[in-house]
């Protein structure tokens, strides 16, 4: 039989089945729970931070491709039990073998470009109650965000070939499912920041045109691939996923 835990905060008292969460301070000030389960007493110490990874092409998804070498490389950290991902790309939870150490998750971060601020204990709470879930991406299953992601860039990069009478009627669908296939691919390795900006300026591009000319021939294609960069441009300046610094990697 679970035993049912309570959170007390001041002011409140909350209920969790069956995790009890400890809100705590490490010396550098941050925010950290340490978790513990009547039916798994060896709970790790979880960190939970705000992050920016959210996919342009996709907002109610995380980008995975972004996402993917950072959780990676946190995972190698010898402090670091796991390291996940919120399914919507604004959240990251790590499993500390012992004690929290931010300034590993700082260091880390800064070099794939990102931030990341300790969400409070009620926030933390409310995610990972139960944890984890399907709503928690750990390591390398954020292939399935970019798989999702590749779905998204086909079927918008198709349709806007039909908004622009680019090609005819009843070929799109195939164009999309031959896109979809490419980046299902591509966006599923891993890659760090030069790379995959590299590979979206120029590899992906080149693809992409050359699956065009398939369907609309190299004039058509080429005032395709300029409406899409058009596109991308757009979503740069609008996206958490992409910057003026480290280019737009989620365009679509």
């Not at 959170?7 to 969790?16: C, K, R, T």
């Not at 729970?33 to 798994?40: I, Q």
């Not at 959780?71 to 390291?83: D, I, M, T």
């Not at 998750?105 to 990972?128: N, R, S």
Request: aromatic fraction near 8%; include cysteine; proline fraction near 6%.
């Amino acid at each position: 039989m679970t035993r049912l835990s309570f959170l007390s905060i001041p002011g409140m008292l909350i209920q969790l089945m069956p995790i009890l969460g400890f809100a705590e301070n490490t010396p550098q000030g941050e925010r950290y729970l340490t978790l513990s389960d009547s039916t798994k007493p060896n709970r790790p110490v979880m960190s939970i931070y705000q992050v920016a990874l959210v996919c342009n092409a996709d907002p109610s998804i995380g980008c995975g491709s972004r996402a993917k070498p950072v959780l990676l490389a946190l995972e190698k950290q010898a402090a670091v039990q796991g390291a996940w991902l919120y399914r919507k790309g604004t959240m990251m939870a790590i499993a500390w073998k012992s004690k929290p150490q931010p300034a590993i998750v700082d260091q880390v971060l800064q070099e794939y470009g990102l931030k990341a601020t300790p969400v409070d204990e009620q926030m933390a709470i409310k995610y990972l109650n139960p944890f984890p879930n399907h709503d928690w991406l750990k390591g390398a299953q954020v292939d399935e965000l970019s798989r999702q992601e590749a779905i998204t860039i086909a079927h918008h990069y198709a349709n806007m070939l039909v908004r622009h009478a680019l090609i005819p009627a009843g070929q799109e669908q195939a164009l999309a499912q031959e896109v979809a296939r490419y980046f299902q691919k591509e966006l599923v390795k891993t890659r760090s920041v030069a790379q995959l900006i590299r590979d979206e300026q120029t590899t992906f591009r080149t693809a992409l045109l050359q699956i065009t000319e398939k369907y609309i021939g190299p004039e058509k294609a080429e005032q395709a691939i300029r409406w899409y960069d058009q596109s991308c441009q757009t979503c740069e300046k609008q996206s958490s996923c992409g910057s003026a610094q480290r280019g737009n990697t989620c365009c679509g």
